[in-house]
């Protein structure tokens, strides 16, 4: 399994932009697909993106035109690109790693093999 960390949380403004990170460890991260999901506060864990080995790229419908998923393997990397934040986009952003690409619906199944990162907070607040 490959490991994760996420960095790039913070406190932003509604309006405003943040970059996530996911730094990823081991031989075969570039046959992984590499994603995202958030958890906000009483809420179930949500489906952001996810960028496969051949660069196939999904997002989820609340992010859609809002946020940009990209990777670089040479740096074992995925990064999010999130723009025009909104309060309600506020949670843990928690980055996932799989060697399968099971989506359904609006939402990636994680086999056996995936991976989760420890997450990073990211707030939209005035």
Do not use: H
């Amino acid at each position: 399994q490959v490991r994760l960390v996420e960095s790039g949380g913070g406190l932003v403004q509604p309006g405003g932009s943040l970059r996530l990170s996911c730094a990823g460890s081991g031989r075969a991260f570039s046959s992984y697909a590499v994603g995202w999901f958030r958890e906000a506060p009483g809420k179930d864990r949500e489906f952001v993106a996810v960028i496969a080995w051949d660069d196939d790229i999904y997002y989820g419908a609340s992010v859609k035109g809002r946020y940009t998923i990209s990777r670089d393997n040479a740096n074992k990397s995925v990064y999010l690109q999130m723009d025009r934040l909104k309060p309600e986009d506020t949670g843990v952003y928690y980055c996932a790693a799989d060697l399968n690409l099971a989506l359904s619906g609006d939402w990636w199944n994680l086999s056996g093999s995936g991976s989760w990162g420890q997450g990073t907070q990211v707030t939209v607040s005035t």
